[in-house]
């Protein structure tokens, strides 16, 4: 073996032995004098498997890896060498070529290679020994009924050598998504706290992401269905995060993506506008007020359930902190939250649909369904707890923005 096949794929645990090989590949009785004839072919075998690999299957030609054509050319002579002595009931010990084999699969999936190459040379391989099997059993005149199960043993053994390097390559690609998958985790934390720019770039770098010059963070509910549809958007970073899915992406596939998972689940999807990497903490916090802001029926639902920050600057701005602002509602709506539940919000709803549209009792009444009677008793009572505030521009205002940002939980308060 070379030094590529010694040092780097030696095993660490035994492998099959004589009995175990014979068994698993089923290798019919042969006579010793046989197997003893073909032997010297076996040499043969092995350097034309060997030639054509590297004549017809670029990636393991000399010119593209001198080291692994190297190893490919020792562990093929083994190969041949430990089909032959199975076959033959001699002692073997296959751990150190099906060793290679997986080494090599997981070397194809590190430099980034695909299945080509590996299954070309299976290709070459099963083919040239089969033709060779064929032509020494006629020669050597082993019997026909033999024929057929020492063919099967060798296309076994072939495969089992292919299964060897697939799960070496699919060890590496699998942990390799892993890998992956954790490193855009860690990346759409970084994003949504508000990490400095080199360490985004480091991040980005590691889960192969290129930041985009604008990007856009979508918000929305957390379930099956919006997770099956991000699932492979690997143009975008996303996660869960406190009951919400998380999307960060360039600012044209982040709208594509929450008109996808709008239409298809009819969830709400908050959208904010394209940002650098550097404000997506902030533009992930836009999204999410939205959307709770949508919930609380401060901000209507649209239609096609996209909900565009852009066109609620105002009130996203009223409402960013929601804390300050029930305490700011609450001192200019005092006089209110001394009435019942009930009352409240009876007074209310008038009081906020006179100061938006300055109609009659009976206009009003109509507006809201009840007799004119009744809005004027209110109106009197609005009066009684408001006094000039109620015709003051500058007052109109501030109330105006305090019943908007309040109504909707004081009707919650009721069902």
């Not at 007020?289 to 600057?313: G, K, M, N």
Request: negative net charge.
């Amino acid at each position: 073996m070379t030094a590529v096949v010694e040092e780097v794929v030696r095993p660490n645990g035994r492998g099959p032995h004589r009995s175990q090989l014979r068994e698993t590949l089923r290798v019919p009785g042969l006579d010793p004098a046989v197997v003893a004839a073909y032997r010297p072919q076996s040499a043969r075998l092995a350097d034309r498997i060997v030639g054509r690999i590297a004549r017809e299957v670029s990636g393991f030609a000399a010119a593209a890896d001198p080291q692994v054509k190297a190893g490919i050319d020792a562990a093929i002579t083994k190969a041949v060498e430990l089909f032959v002595d199975t076959v033959a009931g001699a002692p073997t010990q296959g751990t150190e070529v099906l060793a290679f084999y997986r080494w090599l699969g997981r070397h194809e999936a590190t430099v980034g290679h695909n299945l080509d190459a590996m299954q070309a040379a299976h290709h070459i391989a099963t083919q040239e020994s089969w033709e060779d099997l064929r032509r020494a059993s006629t020669e050597l005149g082993v019997p026909a009924q033999v024929r057929g199960p020492l063919g099967d043993a060798l296309i076994t053994y072939q495969n089992t050598l292919y299964e060897q390097a697939l799960m070496g390559f699919m060890e590496v690609r699998t942990s390799a998504a892993r890998e992956r998958e954790e490193a855009r985790a860690e990346l759409l934390v970084a994003l949504i706290g508000g990490a400095p720019a080199d360490q985004l770039r480091e991040l980005a770098c590691r889960c192969s992401w290129i930041l985009p010059a604008s990007i856009a963070v979508a918000v929305t509910t957390a379930d099956a269905a919006t997770s099956e549809v991000v699932a492979s958007a690997c143009q975008a970073v996303s996660g869960v995060r406190h009951g919400r899915l998380i999307v960060v992406a360039d600012a044209g596939v982040a709208e594509d993506l929450a008109h996808t998972i709008a239409s298809g689940t009819e969830h709400d999807v908050a959208l904010s506008w394209g940002v650098e990497a550097e404000q997506v903490h902030d533009a992930a916090r836009w999204a999410g007020r939205a959307l709770d802001l949508v919930r609380d029926r401060v901000i209507e639902s649209p239609d096609d359930h996209v909900v565009r920050c852009q066109d609620h600057t105002s009130r996203l701005c009223l409402h960013a902190d929601p804390a300050l602002r029930q305490l700011a509602d609450e001192a200019v709506l005092a006089p209110l939250l001394e009435q019942s539940p009930k009352r409240r919000v009876a007074l209310a709803e008038t009081m906020l649909l006179w100061l938006q549209t300055r109609d009659s009792a009976p206009a009003l009444a109509a507006r809201l369904g009840i007799h004119d009677q009744t809005v004027r008793h209110r109106l009197r009572r609005l009066r009684e707890l408001f006094g000039a505030r109620l015709s003051d521009p500058s007052q109109t205002t501030v109330l105006l923005i305090a019943l908007e940002s309040s109504i909707t939980s004081w009707r919650r308060s009721l069902t």
